[in-house]
């Protein structure tokens, strides 16, 4: 049983989240070209190690949350508090 | 004792009466400083292609290292379905090429790989599915691959057991019926095609990882391995689930994000199915193997992780769908479940071919459907390392259609519950 930190619920079963993965920077969309486009909808960041991702608690609060996770051991560290925090947002 | 020996019942009878020791399958190696081909991944597509390389284009001076022991990925974890009847026609052309490869394999490589071609049924529990089924049996067809869609009663004279009546949960309208299709012992083509490369000389290094790749002006340079480093101009990357730790050394973006999938067995009974099942809305697939245990696999786990345990969630969720399939199976007790790690394209289809970075290949990106096309893919790989240029037959599956917009879309064939 994985236990995700859920912000506001703390450590609830994997079950009740939706994964919404690695944060990317979305492109200027009235400027981008196809090709930038298509890399920023298709090209992906696959990190084997501890890694910002976005999770959304389905089930439960529906608040969406960015946890700490390492992806070899799914150990998770305290998540960030603020679904609008800049941190761990990155390219 | 012999380094090489064929296989045969003489030989077995031999053996046994002279009570002479079995030559070893594969021969370990000191690490040389270059190689013509560098296969990153001992697995059914980089021992294949390495195979392929020494028999058919006779490049022999071939390295295939594993940072672990070969077939230890996903070729020794998957539930060993081994199909063609998928959905685009360039899928189609390119996993019936693979099993054709499968059924003369025992004879080429001289090792018993036991393809049972027993059968293979897609339930559809619904219109939109019986529609998709409709759609595979075309294409399928036109693609000279036996292929159709049968009704209830015919799936009940197929498999006896199956509750075809309207009284299920989900009720069963049709099935997409595949005869060519069913099941493989995984490991053997795992050791086959190794002991068949390495009787050509090609070696294989277990506990070789790859820690960097070097590069010049020209392309790929070298591989810094945690046993030595090897200088080549020729790598190809052959590690599903681990493929963008790889292509990150060379700076190669992929659109490939890597899920677990897990799968269970059962303790074994008499054998009572007798072809493969797979139901899509049920997020189920099931088999039985000759030692009787029922084998299931269901969906990937949603998110990205790098574990290859299995999970109590899982096998709630597989209990719930595959009871709703056969109830009486109930009482069985599960014997062991494991997971392995699939490496997800956006389209469901696999990556193959060159990259911006010379020398370097690619054959990733095969999710949940890698091991049925192991054949197929080491031959066009090695063609591709040996001539330069993708084969036909895997020109719809280059790296450059992400960026393009070319995707070629799998998802109604590629499996279930994604």
Request: glycine fraction near 10%; aromatic fraction near 10%; charge should be neutral.
């Amino acid at each position: 049983m994985l236990l995700v930190p859920c912000s506001l619920c703390g450590p609830r079963n994997v079950d009740e989240f939706r994964y919404y993965g690695v944060p990317k920077a979305r492109p200027a969309v009235e400027s981008a070209q196809p090709g930038e486009w298509r890399s920023y909808l298709y090209m992906k960041r696959n990190p084997a190690e501890w890694t910002y991702e976005w999770w959304y608690h389905t089930l439960g609060c529906r608040t969406f949350f960015l946890a700490e996770r390492e992806t070899l051991t799914n150990e998770f560290r305290r998540p960030v508090s603020s679904a609008t925090s800049e941190e761990g947002t990155e390219t | 004792m012999k380094q090489r020996e064929r296989y045969s019942a003489l030989s077995v009878v031999r053996h046994g009466l002279t009570r002479e020791a079995w030559p070893r399958a594969w021969r370990t190696y000191d690490l040389k400083h270059t190689y013509d081909v560098v296969v990153i991944g001992a697995g059914v597509h980089g021992l294949a292609t390495a195979y392929y390389l020494a028999s058919v284009h006779g490049i022999r001076n071939v390295a295939v290292v594993d940072k672990a022991y070969l077939g230890g990925g996903g070729s020794g974890r998957n539930t060993a379905i081994v199909r063609s009847n998928y959905l685009t026609p360039e899928g189609v052309r390119f996993y019936d090429r693979s099993l054709k490869l499968y059924e003369g394999l025992a004879g080429e490589l001289n090792y018993n790989v036991m393809f049972s071609k027993r059968g293979h049924l897609t339930l559809a529990h619904n219109d939109s599915s019986l529609r998709t089924m409709r759609w595979r049996a075309e294409v399928n067809k036109l693609q000279g691959v036996d292929s159709e869609v049968v009704g209830p009663s015919e799936l009940k004279e197929l498999i006896p057991f199956m509750d075809v009546s309207k009284h299920t949960r989900y009720p069963i309208l049709g099935a997409l019926y595949h005869p060519p299709g069913g099941t493989i012992r995984h490991d053997a083509v795992n050791w086959g095609y190794a002991r068949a490369a390495d009787a050509l000389g090609v070696e294989i290094h277990q506990q070789t990882e790859v820690l960097a790749i070097e590069r010049d002006m020209n392309g790929v340079r070298a591989v810094n391995t945690s046993r030595g480093r090897i200088d080549t101009r020729s790598i190809v990357n052959c590690t599903a689930g681990w493929a963008t730790l790889i292509a990150d050394m060379v700076g190669v973006r992929l659109p490939i994000e890597t899920h677990p999938l897990q799968a269970a067995v059962t303790e074994p009974v008499k054998v009572f199915l007798h072809a493969v099942v797979v139901s899509g809305s049920l997020h189920v697939y099931v088999s039985q193997t000759d030692r009787g245990e029922l084998v299931f696999g269901a969906s990937t786990d949603p998110f990205l992780s790098y574990s290859m345990r299995g999970s109590l969630g899982f096998t709630e969720e597989l209990a719930s769908h595959i009871l709703e399939l056969m109830p009486g199976i109930g009482g069985l007790r599960l014997m062991r479940q494991w997971a392995g790690l699939c490496d997800l394209t956006p389209d469901f289809s696999p990556i193959m071919g060159v990259t911006p970075v010379n020398g370097f290949f690619l054959d990733v990106g095969w999710g949940t459907y890698g091991f049925k096309a192991g054949p197929a893919a080491g031959e066009a790989m090695a063609e591709l390392v040996s001539s330069g240029k993708p084969p036909s037959l895997i020109a719809g599956f280059d790296l450059a259609r992400f960026t393009d917009g070319r995707l070629t879309s799998e998802r109604g064939a590629a499996s279930v519950g994604h």
